[in-house]
């Protein structure tokens, strides 16, 4: 099992979209791994719609040395579900398509919708089709703002129009490089500051865009143009995501170009109103104007103290509470790494509401006055009759659960034992019982800490 990386991704599917693009004209990546491409001139040409998946399925086999999936359907959200299961959906029919199907896949990899669709099963909405049947204007008025896109997306229809309008000429941005760039550490240096200048330029004449050409051109003369196609409109990391990865792509592929490049030019195929963009706080409405502040005030602390200075908490996997807290720098992809392994021995609901920095000592003693142990295989040799926290008075056991042997998920290094968990509840005064989770390394002498506490 790899990790998600979307530069590796990006890297390794650029001759998957080099091999489909061979083919067919008007090729957009839409993120590494998914590639949408205009249907109608290149099936008329090759003899249908059958005919021009097979063609791309053998081409994509032979170029890039994998297997990949084709489908057919009338939008690009729908057209990528119809790839998952290899369907071709006539034209006109791909409400009928999209009808059965659950409503887990309006939660797609480039759009957060997880809570929407949570919502959708609550109130007994499980399909696409059920979830289209609703008027556009009850969801308009009852649900989330983004659940007027998804809302579309359920019904077949594109989830906005695009703004078609001649656009002024200097929205494109082009950087011209006297050392040509020939390694990827320096395309990454470069993507930073061009997406950011191409980001203010958008914003300046209040547009955002949703499709970017990318255009490099190298020191032999050669040019390459690859379009990437965006579910939600660009951001200046977005888009600086964007120019990273491809350059990595045509700097590693095996047919890359001859010489560095001297000349990158970032083109707004497609731009919405840029009222489109999303805050990144998530809020609308009166409060919209404050979390844009706010945006702009972490960036800045950033700018002074460093990206690490500015943290949010993602819950991810792991076996202990604060193994599952990760903190991500403001403005990062908030994406869990490892929520869905089975972690043996995780800890089970409900966790510790609160989570000391520091493990704090305990004394945890049976009933004869000896320290609790634990074998191997997770067997308590007594259990614990009373625990004395950071050198506090004993207070006497009135319940414990556990406990759950923890073995080191790397080799073990020297020094490095498995642990336990024991979940105690200890007797209290006034304000109530207490109750704590505690932990100790398996031996002979176990030195007992607490790890948490719960509410």
């Known amino acids: ?107 797609q990899p480039s759009d957060d919708r997880g809570e929407l669709v949570d919502l959708l099963k609550r109130l007994g909405l499980r399909t696409l089709g059920a979830f289209a049947a609703l008027a556009e204007r009850d969801i308009a008025g009852r649900f989330p703002k983004d659940a007027v896109v998804a809302h579309r997306l359920a019904r077949g229809l594109s989830e906005r129009p695009p703004l078609r309008r001649a656009l002024p000429p200097d929205l494109s941005v082009t950087e011209t490089f006297e050392t040509p760039l020939a390694r990827v550490d320096e395309a990454a240096f470069v993507a930073k500051t061009l997406g950011e200048r191409f980001f203010a330029g958008l914003a300046n004449h209040g547009f955002a865009c949703t499709r970017l050409a990318i255009v490099a051109v190298t020191e032999a003369g050669e040019e390459r143009v690859r379009v990437w196609r965006c579910a939600e409109p660009l951001t200046a990391r977005s888009t600086a995501d964007r120019v990273r990865w491809q350059c990595e792509g045509w700097l590693t592929a095996r047919d890359r170009p001859t010489a560095g490049i001297v000349r990158l030019r970032l083109d707004p195929e497609e731009v919405v109103g840029g009222q489109a963009l999303q805050l990144q706080l998530g809020s609308v409405g009166r409060d919209a104007d404050a979390a844009e502040r706010a945006a702009r005030a972490l960036v800045r602390i950033q700018g002074l103290l460093g990206p690490d200075a500015v943290v949010t908490p993602l819950l991810d996997g792991g076996r202990g509470p604060a193994e599952r807290v990760r903190l991500i720098p403001w403005g990062e992809p908030r994406r869990p790494l490892a929520a869905d392994r089975p972690w043996p021995g995780r800890l089970p609901a409900p966790s510790p509401t609160v989570v000391p920095r520091r493990p704090v000592p305990a004394e945890v003693l049976d009933a004869v006055g000896d320290v609790v142990r634990c074998t191997t295989r997770g067997e308590l040799g007594y259990p614990p009759s009373t625990v004395a926290v950071d050198g506090g008075p004993p207070r006497r056991v009135l319940g414990s659960a556990g406990p759950w042997v923890v073995h080191p998920a790397l080799p073990t290094r020297r020094g490095e034992r498995p642990s336990a968990r024991v979940q105690v509840v200890l007797e209290g005064d006034a304000d109530g019982d207490i109750a704590l989770l505690l932990t100790a390394l398996l031996g002979n002498n176990p030195q007992w800490t607490v790890e948490g506490c719960y509410d």
């Open 1 to 107: 099992m790899h990790q998600h990386d979307p530069d590796r991704d990006a890297r390794l599917f650029e001759p998957v979209a080099a091999a489909v693009e061979a083919q067919a004209v008007g090729v957009e990546v839409v993120r590494p791994g998914v590639v949408a491409v205009p249907v109608d001139g290149a099936a008329g040409y090759f003899g249908g719609e059958a005919a021009l998946a097979e063609l791309l399925i053998d081409e994509v086999a032979a170029r890039a040395g994998v297997e990949c999936q084709v489908g057919v359907a009338d939008g690009l959200f729908a057209a990528t579900l119809a790839a998952r299961r290899s369907a071709l959906v006539a034209r006109g029919r791909t409400a009928e398509f999209l009808a059965p199907l659950p409503t887990t896949e309006l939660n």
